[in-house]
Protein backbone atom coordinates (compact mmCIF):
# COMPACT_ATOMS: atom_id res chain seq x y z
CA UNK A 1 0.00 0.00 0.00
CA UNK A 2 1.50 3.28 -0.83
CA UNK A 3 2.40 5.53 1.69
CA UNK A 4 4.30 8.54 2.82
CA UNK A 5 7.44 8.49 3.91
CA UNK A 6 9.77 10.92 5.65
CA UNK A 7 13.25 11.24 6.65
CA UNK A 8 15.37 11.88 8.81
CA UNK A 9 13.31 9.83 11.83
CA UNK A 10 14.91 12.12 14.43
CA UNK A 11 17.14 14.92 13.39
CA UNK A 12 18.63 16.91 16.36
CA UNK A 13 19.96 20.64 15.95
CA UNK A 14 21.67 23.47 17.87
CA UNK A 15 19.51 26.74 18.40
CA UNK A 16 20.07 29.39 15.59
CA UNK A 17 20.94 26.44 12.90
CA UNK A 18 19.22 25.60 9.69
CA UNK A 19 17.12 22.03 9.16
CA UNK A 20 15.36 20.69 6.23
CA UNK A 21 12.76 17.66 6.51
CA UNK A 22 12.61 15.94 3.70
CA UNK A 23 9.02 13.74 2.73
CA UNK A 24 8.09 11.65 0.00
CA UNK A 25 4.48 11.91 -0.74
CA UNK A 26 1.91 9.05 -2.18
CA UNK A 27 2.89 9.00 -5.60
CA UNK A 28 -0.34 9.90 -7.44
CA UNK A 29 -1.18 12.80 -5.02
CA UNK A 30 -1.20 16.64 -5.85
CA UNK A 31 -1.42 18.36 -2.39
CA UNK A 32 0.71 18.08 0.69
CA UNK A 33 0.74 19.54 3.60
CA UNK A 34 3.16 19.89 6.69
CA UNK A 35 1.74 19.54 10.34
CA UNK A 36 3.55 19.69 14.34
CA UNK A 37 3.14 18.43 17.00
CA UNK A 38 4.73 19.87 19.82
CA UNK A 39 4.89 17.15 23.01
CA UNK A 40 1.59 16.62 24.99
CA UNK A 41 -0.02 19.47 22.32
CA UNK A 42 -2.67 18.94 19.42
CA UNK A 43 -1.63 18.27 15.83
CA UNK A 44 -1.91 21.58 14.19
CA UNK A 45 -1.27 22.69 10.54
CA UNK A 46 1.04 24.28 9.05
CA UNK A 47 0.95 24.84 5.20
CA UNK A 48 -0.53 23.19 2.13
CA UNK A 49 0.93 23.20 -1.04
CA UNK A 50 -0.16 22.75 -4.34
CA UNK A 51 0.65 23.06 -7.86
CA UNK A 52 4.32 24.56 -6.60
CA UNK A 53 2.77 26.95 -4.47
CA UNK A 54 1.88 27.32 -0.81
CA UNK A 55 -2.25 27.43 -1.04
CA UNK A 56 -2.53 27.67 2.57
CA UNK A 57 -0.86 28.47 5.61
CA UNK A 58 -1.31 28.71 9.65
CA UNK A 59 0.31 31.66 11.62
CA UNK A 60 2.37 29.27 12.66
CA UNK A 61 3.84 29.28 9.66
CA UNK A 62 6.04 32.33 9.69
CA UNK A 63 9.26 34.06 7.54
CA UNK A 64 11.55 31.43 9.28
CA UNK A 65 9.85 28.19 7.02
CA UNK A 66 9.10 27.55 3.57
CA UNK A 67 8.46 24.45 1.59
CA UNK A 68 9.50 23.64 -1.46
CA UNK A 69 9.07 20.59 -4.03
CA UNK A 70 12.50 20.29 -5.60
CA UNK A 71 11.78 17.42 -7.82
CA UNK A 72 8.83 15.11 -8.90
CA UNK A 73 8.86 13.00 -5.41
CA UNK A 74 10.60 14.94 -2.36
CA UNK A 75 8.64 17.61 -0.44
CA UNK A 76 10.50 19.50 1.90
CA UNK A 77 10.43 21.86 5.12
CA UNK A 78 13.01 24.03 6.04
CA UNK A 79 13.18 26.30 8.66
CA UNK A 80 16.07 28.98 8.51
CA UNK A 81 16.97 29.53 12.05
CA UNK A 82 15.94 27.27 14.71
CA UNK A 83 14.31 27.94 18.10
CA UNK A 84 13.84 26.07 21.34
CA UNK A 85 10.01 26.17 20.66
CA UNK A 86 10.81 24.33 17.43
CA UNK A 87 11.30 21.30 18.78
CA UNK A 88 8.24 18.83 17.84
CA UNK A 89 7.14 16.04 15.50
CA UNK A 90 6.62 17.26 12.15
CA UNK A 91 4.24 15.47 10.06
CA UNK A 92 4.00 15.78 6.24
CA UNK A 93 0.94 14.91 4.81
CA UNK A 94 -0.75 14.45 0.85
CA UNK A 95 -4.04 13.39 -0.53
CA UNK A 96 -5.18 12.76 -3.86
CA UNK A 97 -7.71 15.70 -4.08
CA UNK A 98 -8.54 18.97 -1.98
CA UNK A 99 -10.59 21.77 -2.22
CA UNK A 100 -13.73 19.74 -0.58
CA UNK A 101 -14.04 17.06 1.91
CA UNK A 102 -10.77 14.61 1.38
CA UNK A 103 -8.68 12.81 3.44
CA UNK A 104 -5.01 13.38 4.05
CA UNK A 105 -2.55 10.58 4.66
CA UNK A 106 0.45 11.05 7.40
CA UNK A 107 3.99 10.14 7.52
CA UNK A 108 5.39 8.74 10.33
CA UNK A 109 7.33 12.14 11.49
CA UNK A 110 10.31 13.71 12.18
CA UNK A 111 11.52 14.20 15.73
CA UNK A 112 13.14 17.41 15.72
CA UNK A 113 14.98 18.57 18.53
CA UNK A 114 16.43 21.72 19.05
CA UNK A 115 19.24 22.29 21.93
CA UNK B 1 -8.17 28.00 19.99
CA UNK B 2 -9.92 24.82 20.63
CA UNK B 3 -11.63 24.04 17.84
CA UNK B 4 -11.60 20.59 18.47
CA UNK B 5 -11.93 18.73 21.85
CA UNK B 6 -11.88 15.64 22.84
CA UNK B 7 -12.14 15.88 26.50
CA UNK B 8 -11.40 12.55 27.50
CA UNK B 9 -7.00 12.05 27.61
CA UNK B 10 -7.50 8.08 28.05
CA UNK B 11 -9.72 5.29 28.08
CA UNK B 12 -9.84 1.72 28.92
CA UNK B 13 -12.38 -0.91 28.06
CA UNK B 14 -12.57 -4.69 28.19
CA UNK B 15 -11.53 -6.88 24.97
CA UNK B 16 -14.60 -7.65 23.14
CA UNK B 17 -16.55 -4.80 24.85
CA UNK B 18 -17.53 -1.14 23.10
CA UNK B 19 -14.91 1.68 23.19
CA UNK B 20 -16.87 5.15 22.56
CA UNK B 21 -14.34 7.95 22.14
CA UNK B 22 -16.07 11.46 22.02
CA UNK B 23 -15.19 14.65 20.18
CA UNK B 24 -16.59 17.87 20.15
CA UNK B 25 -16.78 21.14 18.12
CA UNK B 26 -17.41 24.70 17.91
CA UNK B 27 -17.31 26.03 14.28
CA UNK B 28 -20.06 25.36 12.90
CA UNK B 29 -18.73 26.26 9.39
CA UNK B 30 -17.02 22.27 9.88
CA UNK B 31 -18.56 19.77 7.50
CA UNK B 32 -16.47 16.64 7.16
CA UNK B 33 -15.11 14.72 10.14
CA UNK B 34 -12.00 12.35 9.97
CA UNK B 35 -11.04 9.97 12.82
CA UNK B 36 -6.97 9.11 12.87
CA UNK B 37 -5.28 6.04 14.88
CA UNK B 38 -1.82 7.01 16.09
CA UNK B 39 0.76 4.39 17.31
CA UNK B 40 3.85 5.37 19.40
CA UNK B 41 6.51 6.37 16.48
CA UNK B 42 3.78 6.52 13.75
CA UNK B 43 2.09 9.08 12.18
CA UNK B 44 -1.43 9.35 12.49
CA UNK B 45 -3.29 6.70 10.24
CA UNK B 46 -6.64 7.35 8.37
CA UNK B 47 -9.43 5.13 10.06
CA UNK B 48 -13.10 6.35 9.20
CA UNK B 49 -15.17 10.08 8.37
CA UNK B 50 -18.08 11.48 7.85
CA UNK B 51 -19.48 14.32 6.31
CA UNK B 52 -21.84 16.67 7.48
CA UNK B 53 -24.88 15.19 5.13
CA UNK B 54 -24.77 12.08 7.33
CA UNK B 55 -25.20 11.24 10.80
CA UNK B 56 -23.81 7.64 10.99
CA UNK B 57 -21.21 6.17 8.91
CA UNK B 58 -19.98 2.33 9.27
CA UNK B 59 -16.73 0.59 8.26
CA UNK B 60 -16.44 -3.04 9.84
CA UNK B 61 -15.86 -3.08 13.87
CA UNK B 62 -16.07 0.82 13.39
CA UNK B 63 -18.48 3.36 13.45
CA UNK B 64 -18.81 7.29 13.55
CA UNK B 65 -22.11 9.19 14.62
CA UNK B 66 -22.55 12.67 14.45
CA UNK B 67 -25.06 15.23 15.78
CA UNK B 68 -24.30 18.37 14.25
CA UNK B 69 -26.97 20.08 16.41
CA UNK B 70 -24.74 18.89 19.83
CA UNK B 71 -21.82 19.67 17.88
CA UNK B 72 -20.84 16.18 18.76
CA UNK B 73 -18.85 13.20 17.16
CA UNK B 74 -18.03 10.14 18.38
CA UNK B 75 -16.21 6.69 17.40
CA UNK B 76 -17.72 3.42 18.30
CA UNK B 77 -15.53 0.44 18.21
CA UNK B 78 -17.40 -2.86 18.65
CA UNK B 79 -16.08 -5.50 19.69
CA UNK B 80 -12.70 -3.89 20.57
CA UNK B 81 -9.54 -6.12 20.59
CA UNK B 82 -6.00 -5.19 22.03
CA UNK B 83 -4.73 -4.05 18.92
CA UNK B 84 -6.83 -1.28 19.10
CA UNK B 85 -4.88 0.37 21.65
CA UNK B 86 -3.84 3.48 20.43
CA UNK B 87 -4.30 7.19 20.48
CA UNK B 88 -7.22 8.43 18.86
CA UNK B 89 -7.58 11.92 17.43
CA UNK B 90 -11.05 13.27 15.80
CA UNK B 91 -10.00 15.75 13.00
CA UNK B 92 -12.39 18.67 11.08
CA UNK B 93 -12.46 20.34 8.26
CA UNK B 94 -14.52 23.42 6.67
CA UNK B 95 -14.14 22.14 3.52
CA UNK B 96 -16.08 25.42 1.47
CA UNK B 97 -13.22 27.57 3.39
CA UNK B 98 -9.63 25.66 2.94
CA UNK B 99 -7.86 22.48 3.18
CA UNK B 100 -6.65 22.15 6.78
CA UNK B 101 -7.59 19.93 9.26
CA UNK B 102 -8.59 20.87 12.55
CA UNK B 103 -7.22 18.14 15.23
CA UNK B 104 -8.45 17.60 19.18
CA UNK B 105 -5.16 16.70 21.54
CA UNK B 106 -6.48 12.40 21.21
CA UNK B 107 -7.51 10.20 23.42
CA UNK B 108 -5.57 7.02 24.36
CA UNK B 109 -7.28 3.90 24.50
CA UNK B 110 -6.34 1.01 26.31
CA UNK B 111 -8.12 -2.28 25.13
CA UNK B 112 -7.52 -5.09 28.43
CA UNK B 113 -7.14 -8.63 26.85
Known amino acids: EPEVTQTPSHQVTQMGQEVILRCVPI?????FYWYRQILGQKVEFLVS????????KSEIFDDQFSVERPDGSNFTLKIRSTKLEDSAMYFC?????????????FGPGTRLTVL | DQQVKQNSPSLSVQEGRISILNCDYT??????FLWYKKYPAEGPTFLIS?????DKNEDGRFTVFLNKSAKHLSLHIVPSQPGDSAVYFC????????????FGTGTSLTVIP
Open chain 1, 93 to 105: ASSELAGGPHTQY
Open chain 1, 27 to 31: SNHLY
Open chain 1, 49 to 56: FYNNEISE
Open chain 2, 27 to 32: NSMFDY
Open chain 2, 50 to 54: ISSIK
Open chain 2, 91 to 102: AAQASNTGNQFY
